[in-house]
């Protein structure tokens, strides 16, 4: 019972660099393009895939996600073709590959099934935005059955108590939200990032990804010189909305702390 | 247990807090406020008060014989939350949450609007208060309700459209919720139904108690029993379970809500959640909902803007679970029918929302026979409605030239 997400992030914190985390919708502007976008991601530099389920009602999403998951949904996008972008890609690329997905599909698919599909694809987990561990049970369970890493958030505003109930509960690493808002572009990293990663770590977190609000190379050294990983999403789906897979390429290369 | 102590946050499987770790401190925040401020007389009487002297409260009940005589002889009366200030239920839960947010020091509230009763009512509360208040509104729903915007911005509310995913009331939820986890701080989010995470579906129903609490008295007062039959219109939920839940333990009285069976059931343009949804997540809370094999939420269609809503509240689907409560679907035509059957027959135009109720007595009492006693929610005043019913029922003259 090893998480590989945990073995990817140990190994760059030896090498001093740190993980690149990079997140891109399935069947965002296709399913196909979707899938060769994030194993150029990966070629490009990105260490840990966060593939987004899109869905009806993402409430924790800013526009430009929002928009590229609305595209994917329009364009007949099915639960099962998480499932085959996860296969599809790790046969291509050995970095581990995470969900991240709202509950309700989940829960429609069965959450021991999720579990049980996603593992036999060859996927590390799942990262949950609208579950919290206290509503968790099903879902814990059914990813210590199937070996899978269960990725939870944490806010700036949480009080110590939960996050240490989000580190105990959290395996291949906790999100650290960096600011209290959705996702999308900003100019600063807020400095609320910093002070959550150090009262995630007086509680004893070993893992830590930090997200939301990140999008320039600047940003991502900064986070790395703290915590083990650094997310970045809107930026690259708007590079691939705008430029396709060649200019995801090159934003995630950009990005790159390597 | 009574049917009545449930204090959530769970009903059997229904209810819960599903969302973004982000919020869970401003709800956590809010539940030990509204805890507290329901203990406190202070509180109570301040918005007792505040029901007396600007709501109108105590609202009256009327009986409505000559709408009665095309429901087999039953007895109806109506419970007239339409006379209430800002004309509907919505008043007694934005006073409440509005106290609440004073409390709580925020200086701002943002609320999502479907028809525009709660918009309105919010930026009304706001004006009252002196509190910045945005109303996040569904596109679709800013067309079809055009006066209630303009009475949301004569009230000093900003109005702002939402163009995302349905552009209708789902919608506008999701985009109250962006906004309250970028700004938790300051903002208080004002939620006008019985859906959501807890503490709003119990803080909503309990604002809205007093709905029933009075109707029951005025009800054993003017017949000298209790109604065999309270119904409502079932949208989210609000006015139905404010008037069901002073009669969840009397076993004898039937409980039905009347979801918008839209253009039919059978065409899939509906919102009859109950009916044909099924239990997922939806907007934080455990529900049915209507929704996709993938768990992708449909979109729900109702003539009325205040039923166009693909959930319903956790307390209504434990309800219908436990059997306490039957839900039934009532067509855009059938409401419609109703809606000028009572305005020709006792001079009270209703809100399109709560026509569906209005239809559902008119067969329910042909169901019950003579001296059955239906109770009915009159949850809303038509005034808002008065360009859709127009066009329906093709009454205005044509333009002159």
Redesign the interface.
């Known amino acids: 019972m090893t998480s590989k997400v945990e073995a990817v992030l140990d190994a760059l914190k030896v090498t001093g660099t740190g993980a690149l985390i990079g997140y891109l919708p399935v069947g965002f502007p296709t399913l196909a393009e979707s899938i060769e976008a994030a194993v150029t991601l990966v070629e490009n530099g990105v260490d840990i895939l966060e593939l987004g389920v899109p869905y009806s009602d993402p409430v924790m999403d800013g526009l430009v996600i929002q928009e590229a998951t609305q595209t994917a949904l329009a364009g007949g996008f099915r639960l099962s073709d998480a499932f085959t972008a996860v296969k599809e890609i790790t046969a291509r690329v050995s970095a581990p590959v995470l969900l991240m997905t709202y509950y309700n599909p989940v829960l429609q698919y069965g959450v021991d099934n999720f579990a049980r599909d996603l593992a036999a694809a060859g996927g590390a987990g799942l990262i949950t935005p609208d579950l919290i561990p206290d509503e968790a049970h099903e879902w814990i369970a059914a990813a210590e059955k199937y070996d899978l890493d269960r990725v939870f958030l944490a806010a700036p505003s949480s009080t110590d108590e939960r996050l240490a109930q989000a580190v105990k509960q959290c395996r291949g690493f906790v999100y650290a939200v960096s600011t209290m808002g959705i996702t999308g572009a900003r100019t600063d990293v807020d400095a609320a990032a910093h002070s959550l990663v150090t009262r995630l770590r007086s509680v004893g977190a070993t893992h830590i990804g930090v997200g939301v609000g990140i999008s320039t190379a600047d940003q991502v050294t900064e986070v790395l010189s703290y915590a083990e990983g650094a997310i970045v999403g809107s930026v690259l789906v708007k590079a691939l909305a705008d430029g396709g897979v060649p200019a995801v390429g090159r934003c995630a290369a950009e990005l790159s702390p390597k | 247990m009574a049917l009545r102590d449930e204090l959530g946050p769970y009903f059997g499987e229904f209810g819960?807090?599903?969302?973004?770790?982000?919020l869970?401190?401003?709800l956590?925040e809010l539940s030990a406020a509204y805890m507290t401020a329901k203990l406190d007389p202070s509180f109570q009487s301040e918005l007792t008060e505040l029901h007396r002297t600007y709501t109108g409260r105590p609202s009256i009940i009327t009986e409505v014989p000559r709408f009665a005589e095309h429901a087999g002889g039953a007895r109806i009366i109506l419970k007239r939350e339409d006379l209430n200030h800002t004309g509907s239920h919505k008043i007694n839960n934005v006073l409440g949450q509005a106290l609440l947010a004073k409390r709580l020091g925020k200086s701002r509230i943002i609320a999502e609007t479907g028809a525009g009763q709660h918009g309105v009512a919010a930026a009304t509360a706001a004006a009252l208060f002196g509190m910045e208040c945005v109303v996040y509104m569904g596109e679709v729903d800013t067309v079809r309700q055009a006066l209630n915007v303009a009475r949301m911005r004569l009230l000093g509310a900003e109005v702002v459209p939402v163009t995302?995913?349905s552009k209708t009331l789902?919608?506008a939820i999701?985009e109250a919720?962006?906004d309250w986890?970028?700004?938790?701080?300051n903002t208080h989010y004002l939620l006008g139904t019985v859906a959501g995470p807890h503490p709003f579906p119990v803080m909503v129903r309990d604002f809205h108690k007093i709905i029933g609490e009075e109707a029951r008295e005025q009800v054993l007062a003017l017949t000298g029993r209790l109604p065999d039959v309270v119904t409502a219109c079932v949208g989210g939920g609000s006015n139905a379970i404010g008037i069901f839940h002073a009669f969840l333990d009397d076993v004898d009285v039937k409980l039905v809500g009347f979801e918008a069976a839209g253009r039919g059931i059978e065409t899939g343009e509906h919102a009859a959640t109950m009916a044909m949804g099924r239990p997922?997540?939806?907007?934080?809370a455990r529900s049915y909902m209507l929704?996709d094999?993938?768990?992708?939420?449909v979109e729900s269609h109702s003539i009325s803007a205040g039923l166009d809503y693909p959930g319903v509240g956790p307390e209504h689907a434990w309800l219908k679970d436990i059997g306490r409560a039957t839900y039934r679907s009532i067509t855009d035509a059938e409401a419609m029918d109703a809606l000028r059957l009572l305005s020709r027959t006792e001079g009270i135009i209703p809100a399109i929302e709560t026509a569906h109720a209005l239809a559902g007595a008119l067969k329910l009492g042909r169901e019950l026979g003579p001296d059955s006693i239906i109770l009915i929610n009159n949850s809303g005043r038509g005034d808002k409605d008065m360009e859709t019913a127009a066009k329906y029922f093709g009454i205005l003259d044509g333009e002159t030239k």
């Open positions: 819960g807090r599903f969302v973004p770790e982000s869970v401190a401003a956590d995302t995913g789902k919608d999701n919720m962006r986890v970028a700004n938790v701080d997922g997540v939806l907007h934080g929704q094999a993938d768990g992708q939420t």
